[in-house]
Protein backbone atom coordinates (compact mmCIF):
# COMPACT_ATOMS: atom_id res chain seq x y z
CA UNK A 1 0.00 0.00 0.00
CA UNK A 2 1.18 3.43 -1.36
CA UNK A 3 2.22 5.24 2.21
CA UNK A 4 0.75 8.20 3.30
CA UNK A 5 1.95 11.47 4.32
CA UNK A 6 0.92 13.70 6.97
CA UNK A 7 -0.86 15.71 4.66
CA UNK A 8 -3.12 13.33 3.69
CA UNK A 9 -3.92 11.98 6.85
CA UNK A 10 -5.21 15.11 7.13
CA UNK A 11 -6.86 15.08 4.00
CA UNK A 12 -8.48 11.75 5.07
CA UNK A 13 -9.45 13.34 8.52
CA UNK A 14 -11.68 15.67 6.39
CA UNK A 15 -13.84 12.53 5.15
CA UNK A 16 -17.65 13.28 6.70
CA UNK A 17 -21.24 11.74 5.60
CA UNK A 18 -23.13 13.24 3.17
CA UNK A 19 -25.87 13.87 6.54
CA UNK A 20 -23.03 15.84 8.23
CA UNK A 21 -22.09 18.19 5.29
CA UNK A 22 -25.36 18.50 3.42
CA UNK A 23 -26.04 21.99 5.07
CA UNK A 24 -22.28 22.94 4.25
CA UNK A 25 -22.43 24.32 0.80
CA UNK A 26 -20.32 27.03 -1.35
CA UNK A 27 -21.38 28.87 -4.35
CA UNK A 28 -19.45 29.46 -7.75
CA UNK A 29 -20.17 32.36 -9.78
CA UNK A 30 -21.00 31.27 -13.30
CA UNK A 31 -19.68 32.91 -17.07
CA UNK A 32 -21.67 34.65 -19.24
CA UNK A 33 -22.90 33.50 -22.59
CA UNK A 34 -20.34 32.79 -25.30
CA UNK A 35 -21.08 34.50 -28.44
CA UNK A 36 -21.25 32.95 -31.56
CA UNK A 37 -17.88 32.04 -33.01
CA UNK A 38 -17.26 31.81 -36.98
CA UNK A 39 -14.09 29.57 -36.52
CA UNK A 40 -16.10 27.01 -36.03
CA UNK A 41 -18.37 25.99 -39.08
CA UNK A 42 -21.66 23.19 -37.23
CA UNK A 43 -22.79 20.61 -38.81
CA UNK A 44 -25.56 17.64 -37.88
CA UNK A 45 -23.56 14.63 -37.17
CA UNK A 46 -26.85 12.57 -35.16
CA UNK A 47 -25.44 8.96 -34.52
CA UNK A 48 -28.02 5.97 -34.28
CA UNK A 49 -28.76 6.02 -30.84
CA UNK A 50 -26.90 8.87 -29.68
CA UNK A 51 -28.26 12.65 -28.65
CA UNK A 52 -30.63 13.98 -31.36
CA UNK A 53 -28.66 17.70 -32.45
CA UNK A 54 -25.47 16.68 -31.80
CA UNK A 55 -23.40 19.00 -34.18
CA UNK A 56 -19.74 18.19 -35.15
CA UNK A 57 -17.35 20.91 -36.74
CA UNK A 58 -13.34 20.91 -37.54
CA UNK A 59 -10.74 22.84 -35.43
CA UNK A 60 -7.42 24.37 -37.04
CA UNK A 61 -4.45 23.63 -33.76
CA UNK A 62 -1.07 24.74 -34.57
CA UNK A 63 1.01 20.99 -34.91
CA UNK A 64 3.92 23.01 -32.40
CA UNK A 65 2.60 26.30 -29.94
CA UNK A 66 6.03 27.79 -30.46
CA UNK A 67 5.55 28.03 -34.39
CA UNK A 68 1.77 29.37 -34.01
CA UNK A 69 1.89 30.19 -37.82
CA UNK A 70 3.48 27.02 -38.65
CA UNK A 71 2.04 23.45 -39.68
CA UNK A 72 -1.45 22.79 -38.65
CA UNK A 73 -3.58 19.81 -37.31
CA UNK A 74 -6.84 19.65 -37.60
CA UNK A 75 -9.13 18.66 -34.25
CA UNK A 76 -12.42 16.96 -34.33
CA UNK A 77 -15.07 18.64 -32.15
CA UNK A 78 -18.22 18.12 -31.38
CA UNK A 79 -21.57 19.94 -29.29
CA UNK A 80 -24.92 19.69 -27.81
CA UNK A 81 -26.21 22.70 -27.56
CA UNK A 82 -28.64 23.87 -24.58
CA UNK A 83 -32.13 22.84 -25.48
CA UNK A 84 -33.09 25.46 -22.88
CA UNK A 85 -31.68 28.75 -23.98
CA UNK A 86 -33.31 30.68 -21.15
CA UNK A 87 -31.28 28.16 -18.40
CA UNK A 88 -28.17 28.27 -20.65
CA UNK A 89 -25.19 29.41 -18.40
CA UNK A 90 -22.53 28.17 -20.33
CA UNK A 91 -20.17 25.91 -21.81
CA UNK A 92 -19.46 22.03 -19.92
CA UNK A 93 -16.69 20.23 -21.90
CA UNK A 94 -16.34 16.93 -21.19
CA UNK A 95 -12.83 15.71 -21.21
CA UNK A 96 -12.02 12.36 -22.36
CA UNK A 97 -9.91 9.81 -20.92
CA UNK A 98 -7.15 7.29 -21.91
CA UNK A 99 -4.86 8.51 -23.18
CA UNK A 100 -6.58 7.90 -26.09
CA UNK A 101 -10.25 8.26 -25.54
CA UNK A 102 -12.51 9.77 -28.11
CA UNK A 103 -14.56 12.51 -26.47
CA UNK A 104 -16.73 12.82 -29.34
CA UNK A 105 -18.08 8.84 -29.05
CA UNK A 106 -18.30 9.72 -25.38
CA UNK A 107 -20.83 12.60 -26.18
CA UNK A 108 -22.34 10.19 -28.36
CA UNK A 109 -22.76 7.26 -25.88
CA UNK A 110 -23.37 9.69 -22.93
CA UNK A 111 -25.07 13.25 -24.18
CA UNK A 112 -28.42 12.27 -23.65
CA UNK A 113 -27.73 11.43 -19.67
CA UNK A 114 -26.35 14.58 -19.24
CA UNK A 115 -28.71 16.60 -20.93
CA UNK A 116 -31.39 15.32 -18.44
CA UNK A 117 -29.42 16.28 -15.26
CA UNK A 118 -27.94 19.60 -16.25
CA UNK A 119 -31.60 21.07 -17.63
CA UNK A 120 -30.65 23.16 -20.09
CA UNK A 121 -27.29 24.62 -17.99
CA UNK A 122 -24.82 24.33 -20.76
CA UNK A 123 -24.04 23.82 -24.05
CA UNK A 124 -22.11 20.00 -23.58
CA UNK A 125 -19.19 20.20 -25.57
CA UNK A 126 -16.48 17.55 -26.74
CA UNK A 127 -13.14 16.71 -28.75
CA UNK A 128 -11.25 13.84 -30.20
CA UNK A 129 -7.40 14.83 -28.84
CA UNK A 130 -5.03 15.08 -31.41
CA UNK A 131 -3.94 11.76 -32.32
CA UNK A 132 -7.59 10.15 -32.05
CA UNK A 133 -10.55 9.22 -33.66
CA UNK A 134 -11.49 11.63 -36.27
CA UNK A 135 -8.84 14.24 -35.49
CA UNK A 136 -5.24 14.62 -37.07
CA UNK A 137 -3.63 10.94 -36.52
CA UNK A 138 -0.32 9.35 -36.39
CA UNK A 139 0.95 5.48 -36.72
CA UNK A 140 3.94 3.78 -35.35
CA UNK A 141 4.02 1.05 -37.96
CA UNK A 142 3.81 -1.79 -35.10
CA UNK A 143 3.44 -5.70 -35.97
CA UNK A 144 -0.29 -6.80 -35.46
CA UNK A 145 1.27 -9.46 -32.47
CA UNK A 146 2.93 -6.11 -30.68
CA UNK A 147 -0.38 -4.14 -30.62
CA UNK A 148 -2.40 -6.46 -28.71
CA UNK A 149 -3.42 -5.53 -25.17
CA UNK A 150 -1.77 -8.34 -23.37
CA UNK A 151 1.48 -7.10 -25.29
CA UNK A 152 1.38 -3.39 -25.30
CA UNK A 153 0.94 -3.76 -21.35
CA UNK A 154 4.54 -5.36 -20.34
CA UNK A 155 3.12 -9.01 -18.79
CA UNK A 156 6.48 -10.48 -16.95
CA UNK A 157 6.97 -14.49 -18.65
CA UNK A 158 5.71 -17.00 -16.34
CA UNK A 159 9.15 -16.98 -14.72
CA UNK A 160 9.00 -13.78 -13.92
CA UNK A 161 11.76 -12.90 -16.71
CA UNK A 162 11.09 -9.76 -18.67
CA UNK A 163 13.57 -10.67 -21.95
CA UNK A 164 10.71 -10.35 -24.18
CA UNK A 165 9.36 -7.30 -23.06
CA UNK A 166 12.67 -5.67 -23.18
CA UNK A 167 13.06 -6.61 -26.95
CA UNK A 168 9.36 -6.21 -27.85
CA UNK A 169 9.45 -2.62 -25.75
CA UNK A 170 12.99 -1.84 -27.73
CA UNK A 171 11.37 -2.51 -31.34
CA UNK A 172 7.70 -0.76 -30.68
CA UNK A 173 10.49 2.83 -29.30
CA UNK A 174 12.30 2.40 -32.94
CA UNK A 175 9.36 2.09 -35.06
CA UNK A 176 7.56 5.16 -33.61
CA UNK A 177 10.36 7.14 -33.68
CA UNK A 178 10.98 5.75 -37.57
CA UNK A 179 7.33 6.72 -39.30
CA UNK A 180 5.65 8.81 -36.09
CA UNK A 181 7.56 11.75 -37.56
CA UNK A 182 6.25 15.15 -35.68
CA UNK A 183 2.66 14.19 -35.49
CA UNK A 184 3.82 11.52 -33.09
CA UNK A 185 6.03 13.64 -31.19
CA UNK A 186 3.17 16.55 -30.18
CA UNK A 187 0.93 13.93 -28.65
CA UNK A 188 1.10 15.21 -25.38
CA UNK A 189 -0.56 16.52 -22.16
CA UNK A 190 0.55 19.71 -22.50
CA UNK A 191 -0.60 19.92 -25.99
CA UNK A 192 -3.72 18.71 -25.31
CA UNK A 193 -3.95 21.44 -22.69
CA UNK A 194 -3.14 24.48 -24.98
CA UNK A 195 -5.43 22.40 -27.59
CA UNK A 196 -8.33 22.76 -25.31
CA UNK A 197 -7.94 26.54 -24.86
CA UNK A 198 -7.96 27.00 -28.57
CA UNK A 199 -10.97 25.39 -28.32
CA UNK A 200 -11.98 27.42 -25.41
CA UNK A 201 -11.68 30.53 -27.75
CA UNK A 202 -13.18 29.26 -30.58
CA UNK A 203 -16.31 28.62 -28.87
CA UNK A 204 -16.25 32.21 -27.50
CA UNK A 205 -15.91 31.40 -24.16
CA UNK A 206 -14.38 33.16 -21.38
CA UNK A 207 -14.50 30.52 -19.01
CA UNK A 208 -15.06 26.90 -19.36
CA UNK A 209 -17.13 24.24 -17.09
CA UNK A 210 -15.35 20.91 -17.08
CA UNK A 211 -15.93 16.99 -16.52
CA UNK A 212 -12.89 15.09 -16.89
CA UNK A 213 -12.67 11.14 -16.02
CA UNK A 214 -9.79 8.89 -15.92
CA UNK A 215 -6.70 10.20 -17.85
CA UNK A 216 -8.54 13.32 -18.37
CA UNK A 217 -8.65 14.11 -14.65
CA UNK A 218 -5.12 14.70 -15.01
CA UNK A 219 -5.96 16.94 -18.38
CA UNK A 220 -8.55 18.82 -16.33
CA UNK A 221 -6.07 19.36 -13.25
CA UNK A 222 -2.80 20.90 -15.69
CA UNK A 223 -5.60 23.00 -17.23
CA UNK A 224 -6.77 24.25 -14.17
CA UNK A 225 -3.36 24.93 -13.21
CA UNK A 226 -2.41 26.58 -16.37
CA UNK A 227 -5.18 28.33 -16.50
CA UNK A 228 -7.06 28.98 -13.47
CA UNK A 229 -8.94 32.35 -14.42
CA UNK A 230 -10.24 30.76 -17.68
CA UNK A 231 -12.19 28.15 -15.15
CA UNK A 232 -15.78 27.51 -13.93
CA UNK A 233 -17.11 24.87 -12.10
CA UNK A 234 -14.71 21.52 -12.40
CA UNK A 235 -14.83 18.03 -11.96
CA UNK A 236 -12.25 15.44 -11.97
CA UNK A 237 -14.05 12.06 -11.91
CA UNK A 238 -11.75 9.16 -11.03
CA UNK A 239 -7.98 10.98 -9.99
CA UNK A 240 -4.58 9.45 -10.23
CA UNK A 241 -1.84 10.97 -8.34
CA UNK A 242 -0.51 14.10 -10.14
CA UNK A 243 3.70 13.45 -9.16
CA UNK A 244 5.36 15.24 -11.83
CA UNK A 245 8.14 12.89 -11.53
CA UNK A 246 6.28 9.98 -12.34
CA UNK A 247 3.11 10.52 -14.08
CA UNK A 248 1.79 7.99 -16.37
CA UNK A 249 4.74 5.60 -14.77
CA UNK A 250 3.09 6.20 -11.48
CA UNK A 251 -0.42 5.56 -12.57
CA UNK A 252 0.29 1.87 -13.98
CA UNK A 253 2.75 1.31 -11.16
CA UNK A 254 -0.52 2.01 -9.43
CA UNK A 255 -2.90 -0.14 -10.85
CA UNK A 256 -1.34 -3.46 -8.59
CA UNK A 257 -2.39 -1.69 -5.78
CA UNK A 258 -5.97 -1.14 -7.38
CA UNK A 259 -6.79 -4.68 -8.31
CA UNK A 260 -6.17 -6.04 -4.98
CA UNK A 261 -8.42 -3.16 -3.94
CA UNK A 262 -10.83 -4.10 -6.13
CA UNK A 263 -10.93 -7.75 -6.64
CA UNK A 264 -12.70 -8.89 -3.34
CA UNK A 265 -15.70 -7.16 -5.09
CA UNK A 266 -15.60 -10.08 -7.85
CA UNK A 267 -15.10 -12.29 -5.35
CA UNK A 268 -18.16 -11.46 -3.47
CA UNK A 269 -20.07 -11.48 -6.61
CA UNK A 270 -18.63 -14.92 -7.73
CA UNK A 271 -19.32 -16.43 -4.71
CA UNK A 272 -23.02 -15.09 -3.52
CA UNK A 273 -24.94 -18.29 -3.96
CA UNK A 274 -27.59 -15.91 -6.99
CA UNK A 275 -24.84 -17.25 -9.04
CA UNK A 276 -25.44 -20.74 -8.60
CA UNK A 277 -29.37 -20.38 -11.06
CA UNK A 278 -26.56 -18.34 -13.92
CA UNK A 279 -23.95 -21.46 -13.94
CA UNK A 280 -21.31 -18.55 -12.68
CA UNK A 281 -20.32 -19.28 -9.01
CA UNK A 282 -16.58 -19.94 -8.91
CA UNK A 283 -16.69 -21.10 -5.06
CA UNK A 284 -18.55 -21.65 -2.03
CA UNK A 285 -16.80 -18.77 0.25
CA UNK A 286 -15.72 -15.04 -1.37
CA UNK A 287 -11.91 -15.90 -0.06
CA UNK A 288 -11.93 -19.20 -1.96
CA UNK A 289 -12.02 -17.07 -5.08
CA UNK A 290 -9.01 -14.87 -5.23
CA UNK A 291 -6.51 -18.52 -4.91
CA UNK A 292 -8.45 -20.22 -7.89
CA UNK A 293 -7.74 -17.61 -9.86
CA UNK A 294 -4.28 -17.45 -9.34
CA UNK A 295 -4.21 -21.22 -9.61
CA UNK A 296 -5.70 -21.16 -13.20
CA UNK A 297 -3.29 -18.51 -14.29
CA UNK A 298 -0.71 -20.64 -13.06
CA UNK A 299 -1.81 -23.45 -15.08
CA UNK A 300 -2.32 -21.65 -18.22
CA UNK A 301 1.14 -19.87 -17.55
CA UNK A 302 3.08 -23.79 -18.08
CA UNK A 303 -0.04 -25.16 -20.41
CA UNK A 304 -2.08 -22.49 -22.50
CA UNK A 305 -5.74 -23.39 -23.83
CA UNK A 306 -6.72 -23.13 -27.59
CA UNK A 307 -9.26 -20.81 -27.62
CA UNK A 308 -12.18 -20.31 -30.33
CA UNK A 309 -10.36 -17.29 -31.87
CA UNK A 310 -8.01 -19.07 -33.86
CA UNK A 311 -4.23 -18.75 -33.47
CA UNK A 312 -4.76 -16.80 -30.21
CA UNK A 313 -4.23 -19.37 -27.34
CA UNK A 314 -5.55 -18.27 -23.14
CA UNK A 315 -2.37 -17.71 -21.07
CA UNK A 316 -2.02 -16.79 -17.99
CA UNK A 317 -1.33 -13.49 -18.85
CA UNK A 318 -4.12 -13.04 -21.21
CA UNK A 319 -6.51 -14.60 -17.98
CA UNK A 320 -4.73 -11.81 -16.10
CA UNK A 321 -5.05 -9.12 -18.68
CA UNK A 322 -9.05 -10.22 -19.02
CA UNK A 323 -9.64 -9.94 -15.30
CA UNK A 324 -7.95 -6.17 -14.94
CA UNK A 325 -10.19 -5.09 -17.38
CA UNK A 326 -13.17 -6.68 -15.98
CA UNK A 327 -12.99 -5.00 -13.04
CA UNK A 328 -13.68 -1.63 -14.24
CA UNK A 329 -17.59 -2.38 -13.73
CA UNK A 330 -19.57 -4.82 -12.19
CA UNK A 331 -21.33 -5.36 -15.09
CA UNK A 332 -18.82 -7.09 -16.56
CA UNK A 333 -18.27 -9.72 -13.38
CA UNK A 334 -20.31 -12.50 -15.92
CA UNK A 335 -17.98 -12.32 -18.40
CA UNK A 336 -14.98 -13.01 -16.58
CA UNK A 337 -16.61 -15.93 -14.49
CA UNK A 338 -17.52 -17.54 -17.50
CA UNK A 339 -14.26 -17.40 -18.78
CA UNK A 340 -12.66 -18.82 -15.34
CA UNK A 341 -15.75 -21.66 -15.57
CA UNK A 342 -14.75 -22.17 -19.16
CA UNK A 343 -10.65 -22.90 -17.98
CA UNK A 344 -12.06 -25.00 -15.11
CA UNK A 345 -13.38 -27.82 -17.70
CA UNK A 346 -11.33 -29.35 -19.33
CA UNK A 347 -13.82 -30.35 -22.09
CA UNK A 348 -14.58 -26.68 -23.03
CA UNK A 349 -13.38 -24.01 -25.50
CA UNK A 350 -12.78 -21.17 -23.74
CA UNK A 351 -14.27 -17.66 -25.12
CA UNK A 352 -11.73 -14.44 -25.19
CA UNK A 353 -13.30 -11.37 -23.75
CA UNK A 354 -12.91 -8.85 -26.89
CA UNK A 355 -9.98 -6.87 -25.13
CA UNK A 356 -7.61 -10.43 -25.13
CA UNK A 357 -9.04 -11.80 -28.75
CA UNK A 358 -6.73 -9.32 -31.47
CA UNK A 359 -4.78 -6.63 -31.95
CA UNK A 360 -5.64 -2.85 -31.42
CA UNK A 361 -5.37 -0.85 -34.74
CA UNK A 362 -1.91 1.10 -35.01
CA UNK A 363 -3.01 4.44 -34.82
CA UNK A 364 -4.63 3.40 -31.17
CA UNK A 365 -1.23 2.07 -29.96
CA UNK A 366 0.67 4.92 -31.31
CA UNK A 367 -1.25 7.91 -29.03
CA UNK A 368 -1.47 5.39 -26.42
CA UNK A 369 2.02 5.04 -26.02
CA UNK A 370 3.00 8.22 -27.07
CA UNK A 371 1.38 10.49 -24.94
CA UNK A 372 2.46 9.07 -21.50
CA UNK A 373 5.90 8.06 -23.50
CA UNK A 374 6.13 11.94 -24.29
CA UNK A 375 5.07 13.57 -21.29
CA UNK A 376 8.09 12.40 -19.30
CA UNK A 377 11.58 10.46 -19.51
CA UNK A 378 11.56 6.92 -17.94
CA UNK A 379 14.49 5.43 -16.43
CA UNK A 380 16.48 2.98 -18.80
CA UNK A 381 17.97 0.43 -17.00
CA UNK A 382 16.65 -2.95 -17.77
CA UNK A 383 18.41 -4.03 -14.79
CA UNK A 384 16.11 -1.83 -12.45
CA UNK A 385 12.82 -3.33 -14.16
CA UNK A 386 14.13 -6.67 -13.29
CA UNK A 387 14.54 -5.79 -9.80
CA UNK A 388 11.08 -3.96 -9.54
CA UNK A 389 8.99 -6.92 -11.15
CA UNK A 390 10.78 -9.62 -9.06
CA UNK A 391 9.24 -7.00 -5.82
CA UNK A 392 5.50 -6.49 -7.42
CA UNK A 393 5.15 -10.29 -8.18
CA UNK A 394 5.57 -10.99 -4.93
CA UNK A 395 3.57 -8.17 -3.02
CA UNK A 396 0.90 -8.28 -6.31
CA UNK A 397 0.45 -11.57 -7.36
CA UNK A 398 -2.86 -10.77 -9.28
CA UNK A 399 -1.38 -8.47 -11.94
CA UNK A 400 2.10 -10.45 -11.34
CA UNK A 401 5.16 -7.37 -11.74
CA UNK A 402 3.00 -5.88 -15.18
CA UNK A 403 2.49 -2.67 -13.51
CA UNK A 404 6.17 -1.31 -12.79
CA UNK A 405 7.75 -3.44 -15.94
CA UNK A 406 9.81 -2.25 -19.07
CA UNK A 407 7.78 -0.36 -21.80
CA UNK A 408 8.52 1.74 -24.51
CA UNK A 409 9.01 4.85 -23.20
CA UNK A 410 12.63 3.53 -21.59
CA UNK A 411 13.84 3.19 -25.49
CA UNK A 412 11.67 6.10 -26.79
CA UNK A 413 13.62 8.57 -28.56
CA UNK A 414 12.72 11.93 -30.53
CA UNK A 415 10.47 14.10 -28.64
CA UNK A 416 11.31 17.22 -26.54
CA UNK A 417 9.94 16.76 -23.36
CA UNK A 418 8.17 19.53 -21.41
CA UNK A 419 8.65 19.91 -17.77
CA UNK A 420 5.47 18.12 -16.61
CA UNK A 421 3.12 20.31 -14.23
CA UNK A 422 3.11 20.49 -10.53
CA UNK A 423 -0.78 20.52 -9.55
CA UNK A 424 -1.21 22.99 -6.68
CA UNK A 425 -4.00 24.86 -4.23
CA UNK A 426 -2.95 28.14 -6.26
CA UNK A 427 -6.19 29.09 -7.77
CA UNK A 428 -9.61 29.55 -7.06
CA UNK A 429 -11.82 27.41 -5.26
CA UNK A 430 -14.12 25.67 -7.88
CA UNK A 431 -12.92 21.78 -8.17
CA UNK A 432 -14.90 18.70 -7.14
CA UNK A 433 -13.10 15.07 -7.42
CA UNK A 434 -15.56 12.28 -7.36
CA UNK A 435 -13.98 9.12 -6.27
CA UNK A 436 -14.80 4.98 -6.09
CA UNK A 437 -13.41 3.85 -2.49
CA UNK A 438 -12.19 0.45 -4.57
CA UNK A 439 -11.08 1.71 -8.02
CA UNK A 440 -8.73 -0.66 -10.18
CA UNK A 441 -7.43 1.53 -12.51
CA UNK A 442 -6.98 4.85 -10.31
CA UNK A 443 -6.56 3.52 -6.66
CA UNK A 444 -7.80 5.72 -3.91
CA UNK A 445 -4.57 6.46 -2.54
CA UNK A 446 -3.83 8.09 -5.99
CA UNK A 447 -7.07 10.40 -5.45
CA UNK A 448 -5.51 11.66 -2.09
CA UNK A 449 -2.57 12.82 -3.55
CA UNK A 450 -4.65 15.06 -6.09
CA UNK A 451 -6.43 16.21 -3.50
CA UNK A 452 -3.60 16.65 -0.78
CA UNK A 453 -1.96 18.88 -4.29
CA UNK A 454 -5.12 21.09 -4.69
CA UNK A 455 -6.01 21.40 -1.16
CA UNK A 456 -8.59 24.08 -0.46
CA UNK A 457 -9.22 24.30 -4.39
CA UNK A 458 -11.15 21.23 -4.30
CA UNK A 459 -13.56 19.00 -2.15
CA UNK A 460 -13.65 15.42 -2.36
CA UNK A 461 -16.80 12.82 -2.38
CA UNK A 462 -16.11 9.53 -1.74
CA UNK A 463 -18.14 6.75 -2.66
CA UNK A 464 -17.82 3.91 -1.16
CA UNK A 465 -18.06 1.04 -3.87
CA UNK A 466 -16.02 -0.59 -6.41
CA UNK A 467 -15.13 0.54 -9.90
CA UNK A 468 -13.80 2.80 -12.42
CA UNK A 469 -15.63 6.17 -13.07
CA UNK A 470 -18.82 7.20 -10.92
CA UNK A 471 -20.51 10.37 -12.26
CA UNK A 472 -23.51 9.04 -14.40
CA UNK A 473 -21.77 5.67 -14.76
CA UNK A 474 -22.69 3.51 -11.52
CA UNK A 475 -26.40 4.55 -10.45
CA UNK A 476 -25.13 6.16 -7.47
CA UNK A 477 -27.50 8.52 -6.42
CA UNK A 478 -25.71 10.45 -4.15
CA UNK A 479 -22.62 10.87 -5.90
CA UNK A 480 -24.49 11.58 -8.85
CA UNK A 481 -26.71 14.23 -6.73
CA UNK A 482 -23.50 15.95 -5.56
CA UNK A 483 -22.04 16.60 -8.79
CA UNK A 484 -25.55 17.28 -11.10
CA UNK A 485 -25.93 20.06 -7.47
CA UNK A 486 -22.77 21.22 -8.36
CA UNK A 487 -22.85 21.71 -12.16
CA UNK A 488 -25.88 23.48 -12.43
CA UNK A 489 -26.42 25.67 -9.19
CA UNK A 490 -22.51 26.06 -8.31
CA UNK A 491 -23.20 24.55 -4.65
CA UNK A 492 -20.31 22.72 -3.74
CA UNK A 493 -20.05 20.45 -0.10
CA UNK A 494 -18.40 22.60 2.12
CA UNK A 495 -16.18 19.48 2.59
CA UNK A 496 -15.07 16.39 2.24
CA UNK A 497 -17.93 13.70 2.35
CA UNK A 498 -18.73 9.87 1.71
CA UNK A 499 -21.58 8.41 -0.21
CA UNK A 500 -22.83 4.99 0.39
CA UNK A 501 -21.82 2.76 -2.08
CA UNK A 502 -25.45 1.26 -2.43
CA UNK A 503 -27.40 3.37 -5.36
Known sequence: MVAMTSRTRRVLALALTVSATATALTAVTGPAAASPSPLLAWRPCAQPGGPAGQECAELPVPLDYRDPNGPRLTLAVSRLASERPQARRGTLLVIPGGPGGSGIRRLTQQGDSLRRELGGAYDIVSFDPRGVGGSTRAACGIPAEDRQLVTLRSWPASDGGIAANVARSRRTAEACVRNGGAVLRSLTTANEVRDIDRFRQALGEERLSAFGVSYGT????????????????????????????????????????????????????????????????????????????????????????????????????????????????????????????????????????????????????????????????????????????????????????????????????????????????????????IQ?????????????????????????????????GVYLGTGNACGDRVVTTFLVTGERPGRDLSCPGRP
Not at 220 to 231: D, E, L, S
Not at 232 to 243: A, K
Not at 341 to 354: F, G, K, N, W, Y
Not at 439 to 454: C, Q
Open 436 to 468: NRRDPSTPYSGALKMRAALGDRARLVTVERGGH
Open 218 to 433: YVGAVYAQKYPQRTDRWVLDSSGDPDPRRVARGWLANMARGAEDRFPDFATWAADPARDSMGLRLAERPEDVRPLFLSLAAELDRAPRETTTAGVPLTGNRLRQAMQTVLYNDASFPQLARLIRQVMDPEATPVLTPDVAGPMPDEDAAVTMAVVCNDVRWPASVAAYERAVAVDRGRYPLTAGMPVNITPCAFWKGAAVEKPTRITDEGPSNILM
